[in-house]
T-cell receptor, first 114, second 114 residues
Framework: DQQVKQNSPSLSVQEGRISILNCDYT??????FLWYKKYPAEGPTFLIS?????DKNEDGRFTVFLNKSAKHLSLHIVPSQPGDSAVYFC?????????????FGQGTRLTINP | EAQVTQNPRYLITVTGKKLTVTCSQN?????MSWYRQDPGLGLRQIYY???????DKGDVPEGYKVSRKEKRNFPLILESPSPNQTSLYFC?????????????FGSGTQLSVL
């Protein structure tokens, strides 16, 4: 039972354009969401996060949007750069149960074309 | 340099031969965790540890053991590896006791069980 889903295994975007990566979740107890970025032969690295009390969080070229009613979040990258080519994982966490576990999505491979 | 170190990076073994993947962090983090990454399934948590001598099962603990005798080390033990444990494994740590935000990941261990 996949509680966090990234339905697009891959995405190809032209350099300079906007990249939009999507993530859906099913567990209404999730109240903290994160995006991690992974290059080949490296471990994932934290990119940006958002709490459920917000609907938007911005950090430079990266913005995460949260739609709680739709149980959907998205990561926008503007403008996209070749160095953004990587696998992006969405992850969710629940504070309420004291569960110290992150649940990850399947990942989306983003390719930025020059 | 703050880091999570996993060894080995690559390991090929045969069914039933016990092995240990080591993980060490130099950030004095209390929380540590093991994940496996498989195509189409993303990152799934195997075990986690909130502190020394405190460990708990993640989503896919079958066939694995862990121990946390020291704060910095969190080895993953496969007592009798099977081919379905062929995967890419990541160790991670975090200073946060509440959320797993900003998990620091190791570079990964690619395990092949023949």
């Amino acid at each position: 039972d996949q509680q966090v889903k990234q339905n697009s295994p891959s995405l190809s975007v032209q350099e300079g354009r906007i990249s939009i990566l999507n993530c859906d979740y099913t567990n209404s107890m999730f109240d903290y969401f994160l995006w991690y970025k992974k290059y080949p032969a490296e471990g994932p690295t934290f990119l940006i996060s958002i709490s459920s009390i917000k609907d938007k969080n911005e950090d430079g070229r990266f913005t995460v949007f949260l739609n709680k009613s739709a149980k959907h979040l998205s990561l926008h990258i503007v403008p996209s750069q070749p160095g953004d080519s990587a696998v992006y994982f969405c992850a969710a966490s629940s504070r309420g149960q004291g569960a110290q576990k992150l649940v990850f999505g399947q990942g989306t491979r983003l390719t930025i074309n020059p | 340099e703050a880091q999570v170190t996993q060894n080995p990076r690559y390991l090929i073994t045969v069914t039933g031969k016990k092995l240990t993947v080591t993980c060490s962090q130099n950030m004095n983090h209390e929380y540590m965790s093991w994940y496996r990454q498989d195509p189409g399934l993303g990152l799934r948590q195997i075990y986690y540890s909130m502190n020394v001598e405190v460990t708990d099962k993640g989503d896919v603990p079958e066939g694995y053991k862990v121990s946390r005798k020291e704060k910095r080390n969190f080895p993953l033990i496969l007592e009798s590896p099977s081919p379905n444990q062929t995967s890419l494994y990541f160790c991670a740590s975090s200073a946060s006791r509440v959320f797993n935000e900003k998990l620091f990941f190791g570079s990964g261990t690619q395990l092949s069980v023949l």
